[in-house]
């Protein structure tokens, strides 16, 4: 099990970029698959971006292509999304989930059900 701590949201103006961290304790993040996902009042919890345990591959939500680079720096057990050119329409709590790279071998992370440890989200708002 891991602990994760989201940081790095905030109030920003549209076209602004902002870097999202995932700090994990409690075990090495280098021993899961990390995803983002966001969820905007109203709206479903949605998958954004994906990256494998040892960072080698990268998976995005056909709307983070272009915008969204996910990253993770397993030496400093941290994870990062940077999202740029905010849109007021990027505004949500975004969160970093882990699943054990042991236990999941697949390509495909759209599934929430599919992480077993969350943060409790960091608060994005773009004023337009």
């Known amino acids: 099990q891991v602990q994760l701590v989201e940081s790095g949201g905030g109030l920003v103006q549209a076209g602004a970029s902002l870097r999202l961290s995932c700090a994990a304790s409690?075990?090495?993040?280098?021993?899961?698959?990390v995803g983002w996902y966001r969820k905007a009042p109203g709206k479903e919890r949605t998958f954004v971006a994906a990256?494998?345990?040892?960072?080698?591959?990268?998976y995005y939500a056909d709307f983070a292509e272009g915008r969204f680079t996910i990253s993770r720096d397993n030496a400093e057990n941290t994870a990062y999304l940077q999202i740029s050119s905010l849109e007021p329409e990027d505004a949500a709590v975004y969160s970093c989930?882990?699943?054990?790279?042991?236990?999941?071998?697949?390509?495909?992370?759209?599934?929430?059900?599919?992480?077993?440890?969350w943060g409790q989200g960091t608060q994005v708002t773009v004023s337009s």
């Open positions: 409690g075990d090495s993040l280098s021993n899961y698959h």
């Open positions: 989930a882990t699943v054990s790279s042991t236990y999941y071998k697949g390509r495909h992370f759209e599934d929430p059900l599919l992480f077993d440890d």
């Open positions: 990256i494998r345990a040892d960072g080698t591959d990268t």
